[in-house]
């Protein structure tokens, strides 16, 4: 009798605690949607991988069945989800009041519980500043010439080899590239690779999170680990030299953290180091594949790149002069071609926040505490707003000044959060394009595939040949793949 009593007991409150689970409590309306299995909730469908163009289907699907709005669960955590440009814009505008930055912890794990994204108030604004002390227009200004002779250097390698794969051989330049201005590393000099553990902590990036020895998120667990191994040594050999002046960004660092009273410690400032050595090289590699492979699928948008490239050196009166900033900042259609390769290519597949009181939007209720996704791939291909929005037209974007984000545009963020690289991601981007555009051409040799996780796009195997204009290889049979 007693263990019947007891078994009841024991059915009775796991079908209320499932009750609870997917019906959860809110004094108003919540949005329509589900919570999928308990603990688990809709997790394993959002970081399905899929091949397809277009918005992720895990988002599409529930657009069309629920509306704009709705909510799921991911990682045991209620969320409610946004494709609406009215919210997502709200959402922006009101941060630090109604909503500040959140992610689960599961990426907080990965990117360092101190990192610039989990950080808030006077904290972010301090190391926002930090950053713009590298990445602002005035010290871009300095970098622009050896961005360009990097570019340059790199392009006469590749025109010796047979071919490259475009996506790994650009995020090594980048990162060659920003390692050097953040703490003067080189590759060719070091006895360890600092790289290979930023690749191996990319590879599980978008996993499902299972730390356990063989998984992908354990791999990426690792390559954390060792990076932030290598950067603190770094560090702290730094901390013991004495240089009369900043060279890079390590030594920026160190004079802060010299000062008396300063609110920087070790554990932020390497937790920004490893925060930027990711951004800066991954999304910007991801985006100058994507924008060489819709380039090679698009002769009419190359035709007009290319006048406009060869009419910047046409007007100087040294053609071998390097690009000056007013050069730069008259490659209208390159920015135009830029922002359609972004809007298209969808980098960052959610941006998420937190709420911090209840907030009652356009009928629904979104309770206390509970995260919000803004979804940007949802809102770059809204036929309402972009007409035909999976084709590729820079022509769209004439005439269209964006000075941040927009309601219809946020491959950069949105906000107070705005991305403080995104200068420094244009002006890699124009200065490659301009170099590779004036001096050489290209043939892909292997269309590859773009393998979205989800609405993260991994342009994987394009491999080109690159050719000096006036060199004539044997020009090798290719496919490309759509």
Not at 58 to 71: A, D, L, N, S, V
Not at 170 to 192: C, H, N, Q, V
Not at 215 to 239: P, S, V
Not at 349 to 370: Q, S, V
Request: proline share 6%.
């Amino acid at each position: 009798m007693w263990a019947l009593f007891l078994g009841a007991l024991v059915i009775i409150g796991i079908t209320h605690w499932v009750y609870r689970w997917r019906n959860p409590s809110c004094n108003g309306k919540l949005p329509p949607g589900s919570m999928g299995f308990p603990l688990l909730g809709e997790t394993l469908q959002f970081f399905s991988p899929n091949t397809n163009s277009g918005i992720p289907p895990f988002i599409k699907q529930r657009m069309k069945r629920y509306g704009p709005i709705f909510k799921t669960n991911l990682v045991g955590r209620p969320v409610v989800v946004s494709t609406d440009p009215d919210l997502n814009h709200f959402i922006f505008q009101q941060e630090g009041q109604v909503f500040q930055s959140w992610y689960p912890d599961t990426f907080t794990e990965i990117f360092g519980r101190q990192n610039v994204g989990s950080l808030h108030g006077f904290m972010y604004k301090y190391l926002k500043n930090m950053v713009l002390n590298l990445f602002g227009p005035e010290s871009l200004k300095k970098m622009l010439p050896e961005l360009e002779q990097t570019t340059c250097r790199t392009l006469e390698q590749w025109s010796c080899e047979n071919s490259v794969e475009l996506k790994e051989a650009t995020a090594r330049m980048i990162f060659d590239l920003t390692a050097k201005k953040l703490i003067s590393y080189d590759s060719t000099k070091s006895s360890e690779n600092l790289r290979e553990n930023f690749v191996a902590f990319i590879q599980g990036l978008i996993s499902f999170p299972l730390d356990i020895p063989g998984t992908a998120y354990h791999k990426c667990l690792q390559g954390r680990k060792r990076a932030m191994k290598m950067l603190k040594n770094m560090l702290q050999e730094r901390r013991r030299m004495q240089r009369k002046e900043q060279t890079d960004f390590f030594d920026y660092v160190v004079e802060e953290l010299k000062k008396e009273g300063t609110i920087l410690t070790e554990a932020i400032a390497l937790d920004l180091m490893f925060v930027l050595l990711f951004a800066s090289f991954e999304t910007t590699s991801l985006a100058l594949t994507y924008a060489i492979k819709l380039l090679s699928d698009n002769p009419v948008v190359l035709k007009r790149l290319q006048e406009e490239h060869e009419a910047i050196l046409k007007q100087r009166e040294d053609p071998n002069s390097g690009v000056t900033w007013k050069e730069y900042k008259s490659m209208t259609f390159t920015f135009q071609f830029i922002n359609e390769t972004v809007r298209l290519a969808n980098i960052v597949p959610g941006i998420f926040r937190k709420a911090l009181r209840e907030i009652n939007f356009k009928g629904y209720t979104i309770p206390a505490g509970w995260a919000v996704m803004v979804c940007p791939p949802a809102v770059h291909l809204n036929p309402a707003k972009y007409h035909d929005p999976l084709a590729f037209n820079p022509w769209r974007w004439e005439g269209v000044e964006l000075h941040g984000a927009s309601k219809n545009f946020m491959a950069f963020g949105g906000g107070m959060r705005f991305c403080v690289g995104t200068d420094f991601t244009k002006v890699q981007m124009a200065m490659f394009i301009h170099s590779l555009l004036t001096k050489y051409r290209w043939r892909p040799i292997k269309g590859g595939n773009i393998l979205r996780t989800p609405g993260l796009q991994f342009p994987n195997g394009f491999h080109v040949q690159i050719m000096e204009k006036d060199q004539r290889k044997q020009e090798p049979e290719y496919t490309t793949t759509n």
